[in-house]
């Protein structure tokens, strides 16, 4: 090993002088004394040893060389001697070697090491006591000056290795006053300096060398180093991990193609993104005009893309949702049904988190302020391209792409053997996609929908606890705390790395480091006059500083002002904290000390000036005295001692007395701990603040400061995050009310918004994390990523055309959970990504984004739901009402109908009252079924037997739309005299025109339904009417393109028909007939009726009258009075067996000729009740068809 010295006979007492003494620079063993500038390792036992041993101190010598003196670069690098040749490390075997002549540290002996402990014992308490000292060291001339060295022994003060083995290479706790007098004291931490200097240099040796893992050998390993690599090299990872986020913006963008199978639509949603953060960037930059750009704004881009794909995955369920209802419909049906739901859910979703990412501007932190402007900018803009660019890309799919897919026959594909191949590989995927598709449509609309409200108690108490427990962890025990370690630059890499544990860990064990940063030096005290404490630079760039701000009251001049200041002084030495410092002359006694100056100075005749700042002017002097003479002052002092001494006294250009700034030194040492710091800023803030209210006029604006930098973003950190979440909460369910106008629905969500927050801060205080700007900055996005789930199935549940709390609930499950599940799991793959970064940032925002999402999802799918199970508002129960302003949704309270449409596993006590006050009626709610009522969209409507119950289904119900109209609404009196005029005729032809609507499941047992003869002679007047009026209309050529169903069930003996009708009421008069006839007259519907997963579903479609669920707070509706056809039920006939119907014809012609023809009629009577009427056939022509009795206004189904 290369020693770095000339070869020089001589005895031994001459070697160790000649490397101990003082010209040891120049001609000595060293290169100079350690020092802070040159690069540094710290080894460690890999047995839990000490390192004081022959083994562990060779192992270091070793290690050294196989990893820093044998890199290529290490020459280049190295501190040469005059021989040019490597300086030696300033390591513990090579200063032993250098005391006992060994040629290098690998020649040392056990006893080399065991007198070396002993001389350290001995020297140790001096050292310890403050005693040896760097001055004790040097030549005897200046060693006399410092009396106190001649105190310590002279073994200690002749070798300077023992003072810069006990201050730079062991840690303090070695041979301290605690452990000086143990036999073998242990040495937990050892300190190498390399001869090369900390920066850039050193990146090429630390990857190569030091970045593996296999820096360990069998008796020691390097455990943390100050390369002064820190910022360098995080800024390589920042740009070698951008991988990660990359990788997991590509797992997001995969599973929005998986869910879509559209590489277009997939490809339109990434330019989605990029246009808003683009657009968003130039807003940031020129419409706010905001010239910081902080590196957390690039977080955006994996938060707006989760925001995307939840939002894309919510429209294409609503789309084909919409498809699946209405096939028969066009595109731009389609549109209109899932843009009146989507529009609104993105409204009041993206309005929430745009709010809750707002918020944060109330940081102080100025980072934090910039992500709170550009993210909720980027929500903002996003819901712009959201409500425009995907729909129109939909379309654009929907028109070109999906219907131009080429199909080759089978022939094609088996001529080949590479395309049998590509056959049977995609027979399998579209088997395991069929598989996943009815899996997915069991789980997600039969199974959670039943889990959720059959065991709502169950998941109430879970998730209350849970929002409970993390109430209580995150904010009282153990809270999420700021960093305990005393670190003394911000955290970037994971702990675990060499870094972050030297500035975290190891630092803090060697006294060099304290003294350097000043650990364990007093805490000065500044005090400020003369100039105000206002910050008036940019407070959204940390660059800029400002100007100063000058006070115009202050002055010192007046006799007041100059008592106050010396009496000043003497308060200040008699308070507590008050620290003398003979090396640091304070100058809060400036007053004092130019008090005794002017005593000092005799009056003299010659010197005019001795005789203006002389003793003959007495205490307090006179203005123009004081300003003359203190100026005097100063400059005889600076000129006296050859150097500047800063007085405090601050003056402009022109010579005038501007400010004053006195200082002081105090008890109290400087920490990286918060609490030390706080107990200093507290007890020091309170005493000025009570002195500066007895000072004069123009000395009550003083204020103080000190080393506050790391206090001051502690303090920030832990006081405003709290408030910041609390107030983003606040203003979340103010935003939410306004949207959905519902206080129970806003305050429900509201609550699982708050568990969701609570729940994750906790799990991240369980992981240990501690309060530091990233996670601060995390925490104020919490509400923000917490919000698009739970608004989804807000909004999904606001939207549902049930009254009751429980088909709500199963309505919003059925249509939100899929995307909720989708988007959760996409989150949570994007976040096991983002695990592997080396950044910090990285690794805290997948685990965070992961955390925050699955939590979310729980409560919004089980504790939300479970509270709307419970207290969620039923029909119009919490709406905000606004006179007049929209008719509301009125839900009818006919005890013949059911409001129930989804039950699990058995009834609920109002069912069974219910069921109690109607004997006669046929309704039962069975398991896992979703039933139909108002032939809504939200369930299947379905006559099949439920796979998972022994009990048959129900096919449908009466429909019953009450009229809602606003008080101020009148009636046309030509429709109040039609109305006037059937209710005279409906007591004369009640039996004509009850039209019952049939419960049934299929087959019929043969034979009749009605049960009397009086029913079954309505019933045939009904139907003969019915059929009558179809001919009749199929007869006038206004069905175009549609078959009707009303011929093949009419066709047969219309002539007779007609005669037995005639005869049957020629007691009726004609103008009454006539009104009949237009009760029962159905205004163009249709029912398209497919088989989907094994049952039979209806559905309608409206082309000419829609009844859409408003979006708005106060629903319209347009609600039909009781008709001329009474509601009866029909009767079920106990058979358990499947009807699959397949409807092919319509009843009446829906064609546009029609609707035009006969809007004139359509109107009037939709304000009169009338009803359509439609007949289902039977699968076997023996058994009685099916009557349908249904409004003529269709409800859309949201």
């Not at 000595?28 to 890999?46: A, R």
């Not at 280049?76 to 060994?102: D, F, H, M």
């Amino acid at each position: 090993m290369n020693r770095g010295q000339r070869s020089i006979p001589g005895e031994r007492e001459a070697r160790i002088r000649r490397m101990v003494e003082p010209d040891y620079e120049k001609d000595g063993f060293f290169c100079g004394p350690p020092g802070k500038s040159y690069s540094q390792l710290v080894f460690m036992s890999t047995t839990a040893g000490s390192l004081w041993n022959l083994q562990a101190i060779q192992s270091m010598c070793q290690m050294e060389q196989d990893k820093i003196r044998s890199h290529a670069q290490f020459g280049n690098l190295c501190q040469r001697t005059e021989a040019n040749e490597c300086c030696p490390s300033w390591s513990l075997g090579n200063y032993i070697a250098a005391l006992y002549n060994r040629s290098s540290c690998l020649e040392i002996t056990q006893a080399d090491v065991s007198h070396t402990l002993a001389l350290l014992r001995s020297c140790a308490p001096d050292y310890h006591k403050g005693v040896l000292v760097p001055p004790c060291t040097s030549p005897k001339a200046e060693r006399d000056k410092h009396a106190q060295c001649c105190k310590v022994p002279e073994k200690c003060t002749r070798f300077r290795a023992v003072y810069q083995l006990l201050h730079f290479l062991v840690d303090r706790d070695f041979l301290s006053p605690q452990t000086v007098g143990y036999q073998v004291p242990t040495l937990k931490y050892s300190l190498l300096f390399l001869p090369t200097m900390k920066g850039a240099s050193m990146m090429g040796i630390y990857l190569n060398n030091l970045e593996s893992w296999d820096l360990f050998d069998n008796y020691t390993s390097i455990a943390g180093m100050d390369l002064g690599l820190k910022q360098t090299l995080f800024q390589h990872y920042l740009l070698l991990d951008t991988m990660y986020p990359v990788m997991a913006i590509l797992a997001i963008f995969l599973s929005i193609f998986f869910y879509l199978r559209s590489i277009f639509i997939t490809f339109i949603i990434l330019m989605i993104v990029f246009g808003t953060l683009m657009i968003s960037y130039f807003l940031y930059k020129v419409a706010f005009r905001f010239s910081y750009f902080p590196f957390v704004n690039l977080t955006a881009v994996v938060i707006l893309s989760s925001l995307c794909a939840n939002h894309t995955f919510v429209f294409i369920n609503l789309w084909n949702h919409s498809k699946s209802q209405n096939p028969s419909a066009g595109l731009l049906q389609w549109v209109r049904l899932t843009m009146h739901h989507f529009g609104y859910l993105m409204l009041a979703s993206c309005l929430t988190t745009g709010a809750a990412f707002y918020t944060s501007y109330m940081s102080y932190i100025t980072p934090i302020r910039c992500f709170a402007i550009y993210m909720g900018t980027s929500v903002l803009v996003n819901l712009v391209f959201m409500l425009t660019w995907l729909p129109s890309t939909v379309v654009l799919y929907e028109r070109y792409l999906a219907r131009n897919c080429v199909y080759k026959p089978e022939d094609y594909w088996n001529n080949s053997g590479h395309k049998s191949v590509i056959l049977a590989f995609h027979h399998i995927l579209r088997r395991i996609q069929n598989t996943w598709c009815e899996t997915a449509k069991l789980l997600f609309e039969k199974v959670l929908p039943c889990g959720v409200i059959k065991f709502r108690y169950i998941w109430i108490c879970w998730f209350a606890a849970l929002g409970i427990g993390g109430a209580y962890i995150s904010c009282l025990n153990p809270r999420l705390k700021l960093p305990s370690l005393e670190m003394s630059s911000v955290q970037v890499f994971r702990l675990s790395h060499p870094f972050e544990r030297y500035d975290a860990e190891y630092c803090n064990e060697f006294m060099f480091e304290r003294l350097e940063q000043g650990e364990d030096l007093s805490m000065p005290v500044v005090i400020v006059w003369g100039i105000l404490p206002v910050d008036n630079g940019d407070h959204f760039n940390p660059m800029s500083n400002g100007t100063l701000v000058m006070d115009a009251a202050f002055t010192i001049e007046n006799p007041e002002a100059q008592r106050w200041l010396l009496d000043f002084c003497q308060k200040v030495k008699n308070q507590t904290f008050y620290h003398s410092d003979l090396e640091q002359k304070p100058t809060v006694c400036f007053m004092e000390e130019f008090h005794r100056w002017m005593d000092s100075r005799q009056c003299s005749k010659r010197d005019h000036s001795f005789n203006l700042c002389c003793n003959h002017f007495s205490f307090p002097y006179s203005r123009e005295v004081f300003l003359h003479c203190i100026k005097m002052m100063v400059t005889e002092q600076n000129r006296d001692e050859g150097e500047t001494r800063d007085l405090g006294l601050r003056f402009d250009e022109k010579g005038h007395l501007v400010a004053l700034v006195l200082q002081f030194q105090t008890i109290y040492h400087y920490s990286f701990n918060y609490s030390k710091a706080k107990h200093f800023y507290d007890e020091i803030g309170i005493w000025i603040r009570e002195e500066m209210k007895a000072a004069p006029m123009g000395l009550q604006n003083g204020w103080f400061t000190s080393k506050l930098e790391l206090y001051n973003l502690q303090h920030t950190v832990d006081t405003e995050s709290t408030v910041v979440l609390g107030l983003s909460i606040a203003i979340s369910f103010v935003v939410l009310l306004l949207t959905t106008w519902n206080v129970l629905l806003s305050i429900f969500s509201i609550a699982a918004i708050t568990g969701t927050v609570l729940v994750t801060v906790g799990l991240l205080v369980l992981l240990e994390w501690q309060l530091n700007a990233v996670e601060s900055l995390f925490i104020s996005a919490a509400v923000g990523l917490s919000v698009d789930f739970t608004v989804n199935y807000c909004i999904s549940y606001h939207l549902c055309p049930h009254p009751d709390r429980l088909s709500r609930v199963a309505f919003s499950l059925k249509q939100m959970s899929c995307a909720t599940v989708m988007g959760t799991s996409a989150l949570f793959s994007a976040g096991i990504l983002m695990l592997p970064a080396t950044v910090l940032a990285y690794r805290k925002l997948g685990i965070f984004v992961m955390m925050i999402k699955c939590v979310s999802c729980g409560f919004a799918s089980f504790f939300f739901q479970s509270l709307c199970c419970f207290f969620g508002p039923e029909k119009n129960c919490g709406q905000i009402l606004w006179p007049c302003a929209h008719a509301l949704k009125d839900y009818s309270d006919d005890p013949g109908s059911s409001n129930r449409t989804f039950t699990c596993g058995g009834n609920e006590k109002q069912n069974r009252l219910q069921k109690g006050q109607e004997p006669n009626s046929a309704s039962e709610q069975y398991e896992l079924q979703p039933l139909a009522r108002k032939l809504s969209d939200s369930f299947d409507n379905s006559t099949s037997t439920s796979k998972l119950s022994n009990r048959p289904s129900i096919l449908s119900e009466d429909i019953h739309l009450q009229d809602s109209r606003c008080p101020g609404m009148e009636t046309h009196p030509s429709f109040e005299r039609d109305r006037q005029k059937l209710e005279q005729t409906r007591g004369h032809h009640e039996a004509l025109c009850q039209c019952p609507a049939l419960q049934t499941s299929s087959p019929y047992k043969p034979g009749s339904n009605s049960g009397t003869e009086a029913e079954s002679h309505r019933d045939k007047l009904c139907r003969d009417c019915r059929c009558q009026k179809g001919w009749e209309h199929l007869q006038s050529g206004s069905a175009v393109g549609d078959r009707l169903l009303n011929k093949s069930l009419c066709s047969i003996n219309t002539d007779q028909q007609k005669s037995d009708y005639t005869s049957e009421n020629s007691n009726v008069p004609e103008a009454e007939m006539y009104e009949l006839h237009r009760c029962l007259y159905s205004t163009g519907s249709s029912f398209s009726v497919q088989n989907v997963s094994s049952e039979t579903s209806l559905s309608d479609f409206e082309p000419s009258i829609k009844l859409m669920e408003s979006a708005s707070p106060c629903p319209d509706h347009l609600d039909v009075a009781d008709s001329c056809c009474p509601t009866q039920r029909g009767h079920l006939n106990g058979k358990r067996d499947t009807l699959r119907l397949d409807l092919r014809e319509t009843v009446f012609d829906t064609s546009a000729s029609a609707s035009q023809q006969n809007s004139g009629m359509r109107k009037p009577r939709l304000g009169l009740g009338d009803e359509d009427l439609v007949v289902l056939p039977n699968s076997k022509p023996d058994m009685p068809d099916v009557w349908i009795k249904r409004s003529g206004i269709q409800n859309s189904g949201y």
